[in-house]
């Protein structure tokens, strides 16, 4: 069964970057038919999709975040990571790793998602 | 860009249906599918609908999905609810022109 676990740093200071490693296992980052993606969630409030990738790297952002996004996938480590540079207050959230598929869309596989608080 | 709007809450007694709408701004909401997720607090969403108004295994007939073009929204309709149900759920679905998934606002569903 595939599962998702996300990992990194729960603090990262104001203008700093924020870095987060998604590793996959039950399944393989190598395939053609789904995305990995990253989506985030500030405290009380909703969803928002932050980009998502291809092991071929086919990558799309959210526009409001594109400039300060990185994504990538290393399949040879079955890993997605998230790189978010310059943060601010405004990018504390619940980080989640997700899977969707490449056709529907669909969002099919999510890890627990990981607490990143930006401050100080 | 699209956005997806839904009320901010919904609340009915146990055994009563409720329906959570999600309107789309622009483009036709049968331009892609529309999936729902469920989240509890503390955890990572669930699916409970995908593609339009399929349910995966797993989870109970009382959920389903729907989509209208006339309002150019989807719904996703809770019958028989519980206790159990109590959540947020977040209609999603896929913006073509800015290559961008996009989330509904969000419903808080309570059972009285």
């Known amino acids: 069964q595939l599962q998702l676990q996300e990992s990194g740093p729960g603090l990262v200071k104001p203008s700093e970057t924020l870095s987060l490693t998604c590793i996959v296992s039950?399944?393989?980052?190598?395939?053609?038919?789904?995305?990995w993606a990253w989506i985030r969630q500030g405290p009380g409030k909703g969803l928002e999709w932050i980009g998502s990738f291809d092991y071929s790297g086919n990558t799309f952002h959210n526009p409001s975040l594109k400039s300060r996004v990185s994504i990538s996938v290393d399949t040879s480590e079955n890993q997605v990571s998230l790189k978010l540079r310059s943060v601010t207050a405004a990018d504390t959230a619940v980080y989640y790793c997700?899977?969707?598929?490449?056709?529907?869309?669909?969002?099919?596989?999510w890890g627990q998602g990981t607490l990143v608080t930006v401050s100080s | 860009n699209v956005m997806l709007t839904q009320p901010h809450s919904v609340s009915e007694s146990p055994g009563k249906t409720v329906t959570i709408s999600c309107t789309r701004s622009?483009?036709?909401?049968?331009?892609?599918?529309v999936h729902w997720y469920q989240q509890r607090p503390g955890s990572a969403p669930t699916t409970v609908i995908y593609?339009?108004?399929?349910?995966p295994s797993g989870v109970p007939d009382r959920f389903s999905g729907s989509i209208d073009t006339s309002s150019n929204s989807a719904s996703l309709t809770i019958s028989g609810l519980k206790t159990e149900d109590e959540a947020d759920y977040y209609c999603q679905s896929y913006d073509s022109d800015n290559h961008a998934y996009v989330f509904g606002t969000g419903t808080k569903v309570t059972a009285l």
């Open positions: 997700a899977r969707h598929e490449f056709m529907t869309f669909h969002f099919d596989h």
């Open positions: 622009s483009g036709s909401i049968a331009s892609t599918y």
């Open positions: 039950g399944g393989s980052t190598s395939t053609s038919s789904y995305y």
């Open positions: 593609e339009d108004n399929q349910r």
